[in-house]
């Protein structure tokens, strides 16, 4: 198994970190859903509120451009965009 994991990390604005959420639970309900899809997992962290990382793990890298190909991650980017402190810094491992 070619077990693929991204660590994403976003910086949203104070006082959007509800909003961001929001937008982020429809993207992890569809995310969980997909053929290609491990696990996938947000965190907030408790001392910095508008600091949050998603935590993906993906099958093989075919499903993480499968995931970042999906309507619902593309939602996703389009609708954080003005929530968001900086862009989204993407690590995989």
Known sequence: MEKKTIVAR??????????FINHAETLIQATRAEEG????NL???PFSPS?????????????IKAHAASPHFKAFENGIKSLLESELLIETF
């Open 10 to 19: 976003a910086k949203v604005l104070a006082g959007q970190e509800k909003e």
């Open 51 to 63: 600091s949050f990382i998603f935590y993906e793990e993906y099958k093989d890298m075919a499903a």
């Open 43 to 45: 965190y907030q962290d």
């Open 37 to 40: 899809n491990i696990s996938y």
